[in-house]
């Protein structure tokens, strides 16, 4: 009795190794088909096709990816980041943008306060250019005439000097105006954008 015993526990084992078996195959460098109930070495950097033992397809296995390959794979993934950093960015202007400006007309307004500073301290830049020039204009007339003694000389050095301060203060405000100008443009485009989203259906 425990002879019989013995016998159907080890058929019983048998029957689930067998159950359990493998087969891999792949095919090597020169197209030859290579199989084993065990891992091929051969087929180390190969597509490898996994079979339980009744021959159904059981799983397959890519082949190890070259160091071109790991590297374009790095790169897109990195895109892939740097895209979603970016959606998740814009995402917050796009929140804050909405809470600092209920309206076009808000837009509009803050664009007026900011420009009209800018404009404001161009204006005075250009009196002044006018009023330097105009004076610096009447020293050189001076200097036609042989009366410019040294002391006058100095200021209208001072004054040349004075003019080409103004004219690059002039130049510089009036960059930083059509900045602003185009920042609010940029606004105005976007916010128009999230509400035409938010109002479709």
Do not use: W
């Amino acid at each position: 009795m425990k002879g019989a015993v013995k016998t159907l526990f080890f058929l019983s084992m048998l029957m689930v190794a067998s159950a359990q078996a493998k087969i891999y195959m792949c095919k090597d460098a020169s197209g030859k088909t290579l199989s084993s109930d065990r891992p091929i070495p051969e087929c180390a950097d190969r597509p490898v096709r996994e079979y339980s033992n009744n021959g159904s397809k059981h799983k397959d296995y890519a082949a190890p990816l070259t160091a071109e390959q790991k590297r374009a794979l790095e790169l897109q993934q990195e895109r892939i980041k740097a895209e979603q950093a970016a959606a998740a960015e814009q995402k917050r202007s796009d929140r804050a943008l909405s809470a600092r400006y209920r309206s076009e007309d808000d837009i509009a307004a803050a664009r007026k306060r900011d420009t009209d500073l800018v404009s404001i301290q161009i204006t005075q830049y250009k009196a002044a250019l006018h009023s330097t020039e105009k004076e610096q204009a009447a020293g050189l007339e001076k200097q036609q005439q042989g009366a410019l003694s040294p002391a006058m000389q100095a200021k209208q050095d001072r004054l040349q000097q004075k003019v080409q301060d103004l004219k690059k203060h002039i130049k510089d405000s009036e960059a930083e105006l059509a900045q602003m100008n185009e920042k609010y443009d940029l606004t105005l485009r976007r916010y128009r954008e999230i509400t035409k989203t938010a109002l479709a259906p």
